[in-house]
T-cell receptor, first 118, second 113 residues
Framework: NAGVMQNPRHLVRRRGQEARLRCSPM?????VYWYRQLPEEGLKFMVY????????ESGMPKERFSAEFPKEGPSILRIQQVVRGDSAAYFC????????????????FGSGTQLSVL | AQKVTQAQTEISVVEKEDVTLDCVYE???????LFWYKQPPSGELVFLIR??????QNEISGRYSWNFQKSTSSFNFTITASQVVDSAVYFC??????????FGTGTSLTVIP
């Protein structure tokens, strides 16, 4: 059973270009989270999605950033017109469908995408 | 306001010493879950433990143990007889009813041989 798959592992962009980060959750998982990790800042929540729905995007910058989790295919985190400050590690995590018991299952993390903006 | 506070930014210990990583959380929910994750130098976060708010029993798993105290809103993590392979960044996390997960800023542990 494959884990959470993120690609690319490393992404280099020049200022002003677009960055697209992909995340395939574990099989059977319908919840996806995106986090950004900056040195000495820990993991910062960005967005929480379920299939075809954005549940919570309170951590997403209002401009240039967007996320989707389509019915088919991976979740995409898209950063338009990247700036140097966007350089960071971006982690995706998934969890199973939450049943009526609401057990808040643990998050399974991918290996992350290291974005470098030149 | 920070929901999860890990006051220790960096800790260094000599191999075989015991070390405790602190975690303090803040929530108004009566049902919530606490987690610890390990991030080794390879970068991927590895799940260590999950506890719910109704289970205050301390847990031991090998050299790892966790002390959950609701009275002080703390969920501390102790590594006994530390080893070099324990060197990593450790994150404490809180999950509430909203199914949102909040992470602390992490504690970087270095075990010196």
């Amino acid at each position: 059973n494959a884990g959470v798959m993120q690609n690319p592992r490393h992404l280099v962009r020049r200022r002003g270009q677009e960055a697209r980060l992909r995340c395939s959750p574990m099989k059977g998982h319908s919840h996806v989270y995106w986090y950004r990790q900056l040195p000495e800042e820990g993991l910062k929540f960005m967005v929480y999605l379920q299939k075809e729905n954005i549940i919570d995007e309170s951590g997403m910058p209002k401009e240039r950033f967007s996320a989707e989790f389509p019915k088919e295919g991976p979740s995409i985190l898209r950063i338009q017109q990247v700036v140097r400050g966007d350089s960071a590690a971006y982690f995706c995590a998934s969890s199973p469908r939450i049943g009526s018991g609401r057990t808040n299952e643990k998050l399974f993390f991918g290996s992350g995408t290291q974005l470098s903006v030149l | 306001a920070q929901k999860v506070t890990q006051a220790q930014t960096e800790i260094s210990v000599v191999e075989k010493e015991d070390v405790t990583l602190d975690c303090v959380y803040e929530t108004r929910d009566t049902t919530y879950y606490l987690f610890w994750y390990k991030q080794p130098p390879s970068g991927e976060l590895v799940f260590l433990i999950r506890r719910n708010s109704f289970d205050e029993q301390n847990e031991i798993s090998g050299r790892y143990s966790w002390n959950f105290q609701k009275s002080t809103s703390s969920f501390n993590f102790t590594i006994t007889a530390s080893q070099v392979v324990d060197s990593a960044v450790y994150f404490c996390a809180l999950s509430e009813f909203s199914n949102q997960f909040y992470f602390g800023t992490g504690t970087s542990l270095t075990v010196i041989p």
